[in-house]
């Protein structure tokens, strides 16, 4: 049972680049989430998906997409990544009302 | 929205002594109140976590207590260990519709030997 799997764990983009953090959970759990995480900031929802075929917004959204392509994969994409966006992404998903697990993250770099 | 602060930032204790972390949060229909350990290199994972209609809960030298009334939540670690240095984060769901767990900053924990 690997829980929740996010690719890839490190990667460096150029401003201006796009790209997509995969997630995926084999936990059948209905809600999906992102985070980036910043130093002496805590964790910040970006997006999150509900249940399969919805999406809502988080509290920093801006420069950023995503996709609930099925209930296990949730992607997270940046179409002109900015150095701004360098951070630590973490995908969660969510068991009934309490039971919040999360990925091991992804390592994003903007130079 | 919701907001949680945490304090303090850094916490050093030596080993085998207690440590407390306090949380404040903003929204009066938050009901749930988890604490993540984060060791470096890795994702959040949950230690313990606390409902709304319970005051305290222990799990073996981890505890969290909640005072509604204050809108304040802490954990305790006794006999502090080694292996407890870590990052601990709280966070408090939103009460108000809205999904997603609202976090605080952050404590590095530091356990002296």
């Not at chain 1, 990667?11 to 084999?26: E, H, R």
Request: hydrophobic content about 30%.
């Amino acid at each position: 049972n690997a829980g929740v799997t996010q690719t890839p764990k490190f990667q460096v983009l150029k401003t201006g680049q796009s790209m997509t953090l995969q997630c995926a959970q084999d936990m059948n759990h209905n809600s999906m989430y992102w985070y980036r995480q910043d130093p002496g900031m805590g964790l910040r929802l970006i997006y999150y998906s509900a249940s399969e075929g919805t999406t809502d917004k988080g509290e920093v959204p801006n420069g950023y997409n995503v996709s609930r392509l099925n209930k296990r994969e949730f992607s997270l994409r940046l179409e002109s990544a900015a150095p701004s966006q360098t951070s630590v992404y973490f995908c969660a998903s969510r068991s009934g009302i309490y039971g919040y697990t999360f990925g091991s993250g992804t390592r994003l770099t903007v130079v | 929205g919701e907001n949680v602060e945490q304090h303090p930032s850094t916490l050093s204790v030596q080993e085998g002594d207690s440590a407390v972390i306090k949380c404040t949060y903003s929204d009066s229909a938050s009901n749930y109140f988890p604490w993540y350990k984060q060791e470096l290199g890795k994702g959040p994972q949950l230690i313990i976590d606390i409902r709304s209609n319970v005051g305290e809960k222990k799990d073996q030298r981890i505890a969290v207590t909640l005072n509604k009334t204050a809108k304040h939540f802490s954990l305790h670690i006794t006999e502090t260990q080694p292996e407890d240095s870590a990052v601990y984060f709280c966070a408090a769901n939103s009460g108000g519709g809205a999904d997603g767990l609202t976090f605080g900053k952050g404590t590095h924990l530091i356990i002296q030997p």
